[in-house]
């Protein structure tokens, strides 16, 4: 179970990249800019809850990389002369991969009382 969760975390992780760096072109046309940052915040909560689940005794590790890696993707989006950079992106990033970490947080010392 651990493989499969891990290979998941990355797989995932390389789908995210690439679905954020691929010409806007090539991507569904979006009607309303507030639907970008929600799937930013989605996406990131969901390769968070991958990744806590994959290494649980390096969850820090996973969220402040998870932290960067989103980060890294908007500094390649402003370098790539396709896609617009935007740290309100990188905002809900860290909205995300905070929301995942909360969850599964609350839900370790749920596990640890019972």
Not at 27 to 51: C, E, R, S, V, Y
Request: charged share 10%; net charge positive.
């Amino acid at each position: 179970m651990a493989l499969l969760l891990r290979l998941g975390f990355w797989f995932g992780l390389i789908a995210l990249t690439i679905a954020s760096l691929v010409p806007v072109t090539l991507l569904p046309p979006q009607a309303m800019n507030i639907w970008d940052k929600a799937q930013h915040a989605f996406g990131f909560a969901g390769i968070t809850a991958l990744g806590l689940l994959a290494y649980p005794r390096h969850a820090m590790r996973v969220c402040l990389g998870l932290l960067a890696w989103g980060g890294a993707i908007e500094l390649m989006q402003w370098g790539s002369g396709w896609r617009y950079g935007d740290w309100i992106d990188w905002l809900a990033d860290a909205l995300g991969v905070a929301s995942a970490w909360l969850v599964w947080h609350a839900g370790t010392r749920w596990t640890r009382r019972s």
